[in-house]
C-alpha cells in the first residue's frame, strides 16, 4: 500500500469507507463524474428503481445505461484502504503487542504492532523516532468483550468500569477520583451493568422505531415509485391518444376538402360541356358562313345562279337570327354557376376555445367492480358487460378498459362491455387515469360454442317406464336440470350432465311440458288427464286446468304480472288462456287453419318482456307473434330447410338478452328480438332429431339445454 493511501487512514473516519446508499463497507466502489462514490450493485439497483442516477451526496442527475456503468471507474483509494483494513483486523490479536494485557487499539503500519489505548500508545507518541508512525485507529465493534459486556478503565487499565454518572455522563472503576466528587456533589451514580442494560433498551428501542420508519419508508418509496411509473405510462397514453385526435381530425379535413374539390369538379366538368357545347355550334356556324361566303364568291358574275343566291341568302338569314338573339349572354349570366368556396369561419372559433379535447384527473377509488362481475365464463363471440359503480352516472365516461389474452393481443374498445373472439382466458384491465379500479382486472373465462356434452339415453336412468321419451325440461330453483318423458317420474340432472336424483310425483299423471314460476311452484302439462296441474315444490297438486276443454295440452308459460297462464293445445289448434289463481278460462287465441293468425298443431308458446305472445305453428312451419289483446302481429320466422327458416317447429323461448331460440325437426337456431336470423347453434352432425322442449340455462356463459326426444337424450349447447 502506498504512503499517501496509508497518511490517509490517520484522517480518516470509519464511515469514509461505508457507501452513503446501501451504509455498509464499499463493495466494488465505482466513482461518478461528480467523484463521489458508491457501491456498483448500488448504482446499478438505484437506475433499475428510479431511471437516472442522482448523487445522494450532490443531487447531481448521471443518465447512465447498464453499458455506461462496466465503464465507471473503480476508486483504487479505497480498494486499497479497504484492502488494509480488512487484513489489519482480521489479523487483530487479541492483546497488545507491547503490554500484552490490554486489547489492542491501535495499528502501527510503521511498526507493525498493535497498540493498546494505555501506556502503550502513550509511550509511542512520546519516543521521538517513533511519534511521526502512521496509526490506525482499530474498529472498536470487533474488539473482544468481556462476559459481563463491561469495558476496562482507560486509567487503571486492569479494572473493570463498575460505576456511571448520570449527571456527568462519565464512567468509573473503584480507583477512579473523579467518581468520589460524583457522590460529594450527589450526582446520580449507578452501577455499569444498569448503565449498559438502560442504554442498550434505549437503544433497542430507538433500533426498533428505526426500522419501522424504515419499513414504512419503503413502502411509501414503493408506492410512490408505482405511481411515478403509473403516471409516466398514463402521460405516454395520454400523448397517443391526442396524436392519434390529432390524426383522426387531420384525416376528417383532408376528407372533407377532397369531397369539396369533388364538387367544384363536378360543376367544372357540367358547364365545360355546356360550354363546349356551344363552341361547337359556333364552330359549325361560322363553318356554315364561310362555306357561303365562298359559294357566292365562286357565282359571282353569274347571273344564271341566281337561285343558289337566293338559297344563301335564306341560309344566312337564319343563321343572323340565331347569331344575333338578344338572349345569348343572358341565357350565361342567369346560370349564375362560377364556383366560390366559402370557409366556415366557426370551426376556427371553436378550435380557439374548445381544442381537439382536454386533460382530466379522477379518483380510482371512486370505482369498483360489481362483485358479480369480477370473474366471468362466456361464450366465444358473446357480448357480455362489466357493471362498475360510479360516483354519478356521468363519471362512467371516465374510464377505460382493454381485454388482453394470454399471447398479448389487444382487443375491445375502450368501454365496458366487451366481446371475445378466441376461447381462452383473459383478462379486463379497467383504469380511471392512470390507476385500476377495485376489482380490476377482471378474469374472463372464454369458452368454446357448440355442443358441450350430452345426457345419454335417459331410459337409463330410470327404474320404471323406460319406453318413455324425453319432453321437456326446466331449470330448478337449485340450479338443476329437471327432466320428464310423458311419464310420473322426474330426472334431475346437475349442470355438468351428472345423475342427481329421480323423482315420483304422487299424483297418475304422464308428464309432458313444464314451466317453472317465480315462486317456485311448477305447472306442467297432463298428457294422460287431458290437463294442465299447478303442484308445490315436492310435486303435490294445488290446482288443475282445462279439464274436459283441453284435448292435447303441450308447451305452456305463465305471465307472472298479469296471472294469465298460457297452454298450446295440439289438437284444438290454439293457445288457451287461464287464471293462474283460480283455474278460470279467460279465452284463446287462434283457431284452426293456414291464414295467418290461424294455427295447426301448435307445439309451445313464450311470452316476450313486453308481454307478446311466440307461438310455434308446427304444422304451418313457423313462429307467429300475438299482442297482449291477443291479435296477431306477425310472422316471426316463415318456413324453410335453409338456415333463418323451419320445418316442424316444435319448441320457442326467450333468453336473458331477449334473443328467440326456436327448437325445429333437425336444427336449433337463434334470432335476435327483431326475429333476424342471427347463427345456427347446433351442428348437423349433431344428432338432433326433434328436438321438443329447450331451456336456458345460464347467461354467462349462454348456455341451453335440448330435450332431444326420438334419440331420447338431452343435449347442452354454448352458444
Known amino acids: 500500500m502506498s504512503q499517501a493511501v496509508f497518511k490517509a487512514l490517520q484522517f480518516m473516519d470509519k464511515k469514509d469507507l461505508e457507501c452513503a446508499i446501501c451504509l455498509n463497507r464499499f463493495h466494488q466502489p465505482k466513482t461518478l463524474k461528480c467523484m463521489h462514490t458508491y457501491c456498483l450493485q448500488c448504482i446499478q439497483k438505484w437506475v433499475e428503481t428510479h431511471g437516472k442516477m442522482k448523487c445522494p451526496t450532490c443531487a447531481q442527475e448521471h443518465d447512465l445505461t447498464r453499458y455506461d456503468l462496466k465503464e465507471l471507474a473503480s476508486n483504487t483509494m479505497i480498494i486499497q484502504l479497504l484492502e488494509y483494513v480488512v487484513k489489519t483486523e482480521d489479523q487483530k490479536p487479541s492483546k497488545c503487542s507491547c503490554c500484552d494485557i490490554n486489547p489492542p487499539e491501535y495499528h502501527c503500519q510503521t511498526c507493525q504492532l498493535y497498540l493498546c489505548g494505555g501506556l502503550c500508545i502513550k509511550q509511542h507518541h512520546i519516543i521521538p523516532s517513533l511519534r511521526n508512525h502512521s496509526l490506525y485507529t482499530l474498529d472498536k465493534k470487533e474488539q473482544g468483550r468481556i462476559s459481563d459486556k463491561q469495558s476496562k478503565c482507560r486509567v487503571h487499565c486492569n479494572n473493570l468500569l463498575e460505576f456511571f454518572c448520570s449527571t456527568c455522563n462519565k464512567s468509573a472503576c473503584k480507583h477512579c477520583e473523579h467518581i468520589l466528587r460524583c457522590y460529594q456533589k450527589q450526582h446520580k451514580v449507578i452501577p455499569m451493568?444498569?448503565?449498559?442494560?438502560?442504554?442498550?433498551?434505549?437503544?433497542?428501542?430507538?433500533?426498533?422505531?428505526?426500522?419501522?420508519?424504515?419499513?414504512?419508508?419503503?413502502?411509501?418509496?414503493?408506492?410512490?415509485?408505482?405511481?411515478?411509473?403509473?403516471?409516466?405510462?398514463?402521460?405516454?397514453?395520454?400523448?397517443?391518444?391526442?396524436?392519434?385526435?390529432?390524426?383522426?381530425?387531420?384525416?376528417?379535413?383532408?376528407?372533407?376538402?377532397?369531397?369539396?374539390?369533388?364538387?367544384?369538379?363536378?360543376?367544372?366538368?357540367?358547364?365545360?360541356?355546356?360550354?363546349?357545347?356551344?363552341?361547337?355550334?359556333?364552330?359549325?356556324?361560322?363553318?356554315?358562313?364561310?362555306?357561303?361566303?365562298?359559294?357566292?364568291?365562286?357565282?359571282?358574275?353569274?347571273?344564271?345562279?341566281?337561285?343558289?343566291?337566293?338559297?344563301?341568302?335564306?341560309?344566312?338569314?337564319?343563321?343572323?337570327?340565331?347569331?344575333?338573339?338578344?338572349?345569348?349572354?343572358?341565357?350565361?349570366?342567369?346560370?349564375?354557376?362560377?364556383?366560390?368556396?366559402?370557409?366556415?369561419?366557426?370551426?376556427?372559433?371553436?378550435?380557439?376555445?374548445?381544442?381537439?379535447?382536454?386533460?382530466?384527473?379522477?379518483?380510482?377509488?371512486?370505482?369498483?367492480?360489481?362483485?358479480?362481475?369480477?370473474?366471468?365464463?362466456?361464450?366465444?363471440?358473446?357480448?357480455?358487460?362489466?357493471?362498475?359503480?360510479?360516483?354519478?352516472?356521468?363519471?362512467?365516461?371516465?374510464?377505460?378498459?382493454?381485454?388482453?389474452?394470454?399471447?398479448?393481443?389487444?382487443?375491445?374498445?375502450?368501454?365496458?362491455?366487451?366481446?371475445?373472439?378466441?376461447?381462452?382466458?383473459?383478462?379486463?384491465?379497467?383504469?380511471?387515469?392512470?390507476?385500476?379500479?377495485?376489482?380490476?382486472?377482471?378474469?374472463?373465462?372464454?369458452?368454446?360454442?357448440?355442443?358441450?356434452?350430452?345426457?345419454?339415453?335417459?331410459?337409463?336412468?330410470?327404474?320404471?317406464?323406460?319406453?318413455?321419451?324425453?319432453?321437456?325440461?326446466?331449470?330448478?330453483?337449485?340450479?338443476?336440470?329437471?327432466?320428464?318423458?310423458?311419464?310420473?317420474?322426474?330426472?334431475?340432472?346437475?349442470?355438468?350432465?351428472?345423475?342427481?336424483?329421480?323423482?315420483?310425483?304422487?299424483?297418475?299423471?304422464?308428464?309432458?311440458?313444464?314451466?317453472?314460476?317465480?315462486?317456485?311452484?311448477?305447472?306442467?302439462?297432463?298428457?294422460?288427464?287431458?290437463?294442465?296441474?299447478?303442484?308445490?315444490?315436492?310435486?303435490?297438486?294445488?290446482?288443475?286446468?282445462?279439464?274436459?276443454?283441453?284435448?292435447?295440452?303441450?308447451?305452456?308459460?305463465?305471465?307472472?304480472?298479469?296471472?294469465?297462464?298460457?297452454?298450446?293445445?295440439?289438437?284444438?289448434?290454439?293457445?288457451?288462456?287461464?287464471?293462474?289463481?283460480?283455474?278460470?278460462?279467460?279465452?284463446?287465441?287462434?283457431?284452426?287453419?293456414?291464414?295467418v293468425g290461424q294455427m295447426n298443431t301448435p307445439d309451445d308458446v313464450t311470452l316476450t318482456k313486453e308481454g307478446y305472445v311466440i307461438v310455434a305453428d308446427r304444422k304451418n312451419n313457423r313462429i307467429q307473434m300475438f299482442d297482449a289483446n291477443d291479435k296477431f302481429m306477425r310472422i316471426l320466422v316463415g318456413c324453410g330447410e335453409e338456415d333463418g327458416k323451419v320445418i316442424s317447429p316444435h319448441g320457442v323461448i326467450i333468453d336473458m338478452d331477449e334473443n328467440i331460440i326456436v327448437s325445429s325437426d333437425h336444427k336449433l337456431q337463434l334470432f335476435n328480438r327483431s326475429s333476424v336470423f342471427i347463427k345456427r347453434i347446433d351442428h348437423k352432425d349433431d344428432g338432433l332429431d326433434i328436438p321438443n322442449g329447450i331451456t336456458v340455462i345460464s347467461n354467462k356463459p349462454r348456455r341451453v339445454a335440448v330435450a332431444n326426444h326420438k334419440p331420447n337424450n338431452v343435449k347442452f349447447y354454448n352458444y
Open 193 to 595: 451493568s444498569t448503565a449498559i442494560n438502560e442504554f442498550n433498551n434505549d437503544a433497542t428501542e430507538i433500533v426498533k422505531l428505526a426500522h419501522e420508519i424504515e419499513s414504512k419508508l419503503k413502502e411509501k418509496l414503493e408506492y410512490v415509485t408505482k405511481y411515478r411509473s403509473e403516471i409516466d405510462s398514463q402521460q405516454n397514453f395520454c400523448r397517443t391518444a391526442i396524436e392519434i385526435q390529432e390524426k383522426k381530425l387531420i384525416n376528417t379535413v383532408t376528407e372533407k376538402s377532397k369531397e369539396l374539390i369533388s364538387d367544384v369538379e363536378a360543376i367544372y366538368k357540367e358547364e365545360k360541356e355546356d360550354i363546349d357545347s356551344k363552341v361547337n355550334d359556333i364552330d359549325l356556324e361560322m363553318s356554315t358562313v364561310n362555306n357561303l361566303m365562298a359559294l357566292i364568291n365562286r357565282n359571282l358574275n353569274k347571273p344564271e345562279e341566281t337561285e343558289t343566291l337566293q338559297l344563301c341568302k335564306t341560309t344566312i338569314n337564319t343563321v343572323r337570327e340565331k347569331v344575333l338573339r338578344k338572349d345569348f349572354h343572358q341565357s350565361l349570366k342567369k346560370r349564375n354557376i362560377t364556383p366560390n368556396f366559402i370557409p366556415f369561419t366557426y370551426l376556427d372559433e371553436l378550435m380557439v376555445l374548445e381544442g381537439i379535447g382536454k386533460i382530466t384527473t379522477v379518483d380510482s377509488m371512486l370505482y369498483k367492480v360489481a362483485q358479480d362481475d369480477e370473474a366471468l365464463t362466456v361464450t366465444k363471440e358473446q357480448p357480455f358487460v362489466v357493471k362498475v359503480s360510479s360516483p354519478t352516472e356521468s363519471d362512467a365516461c371516465q374510464l377505460a378498459a382493454t381485454l388482453i389474452n394470454p399471447s398479448g393481443q389487444k382487443y375491445g374498445e375502450y368501454k365496458i362491455t366487451g366481446r371475445c373472439n378466441i376461447e381462452g382466458n383473459w383478462q379486463m384491465k379497467i383504469t380511471t387515469g392512470a390507476a385500476h379500479i377495485k376489482g380490476s382486472p377482471v378474469n374472463i373465462k372464454v369458452e368454446s360454442q357448440g355442443l358441450v356434452y350430452t345426457i345419454g339415453n335417459i331410459s337409463d336412468y330410470k327404474e320404471n317406464q323406460k319406453e318413455s321419451y324425453v319432453s321437456d325440461l326446466v331449470l330448478d330453483t337449485d340450479g338443476c336440470i329437471l327432466v320428464s318423458s310423458f311419464s310420473k317420474y322426474i330426472l334431475k340432472f346437475n349442470q355438468s350432465g351428472s345423475f342427481v336424483d329421480g323423482l315420483q310425483v304422487p299424483q297418475d299423471v304422464d308428464i309432458n311440458r313444464m314451466h317453472l314460476m317465480f315462486d317456485g311452484h311448477m305447472v306442467f302439462s297432463d298428457h294422460k288427464n287431458k290437463c294442465v296441474v299447478m303442484c308445490d315444490d315436492t310435486f303435490q297438486e294445488i290446482i288443475s286446468f282445462g279439464k274436459a276443454v283441453l284435448k292435447y295440452p303441450d308447451g305452456l308459460t305463465v305471465n307472472n304480472e298479469t296471472r294469465i297462464l298460457y297452454v298450446a293445445d295440439r289438437d284444438t289448434h290454439c293457445v288457451f288462456k287461464f287464471n293462474v289463481d283460480d283455474g278460470r278460462q279467460l279465452g284463446k287465441i287462434g283457431s284452426k287453419g293456414s291464414k
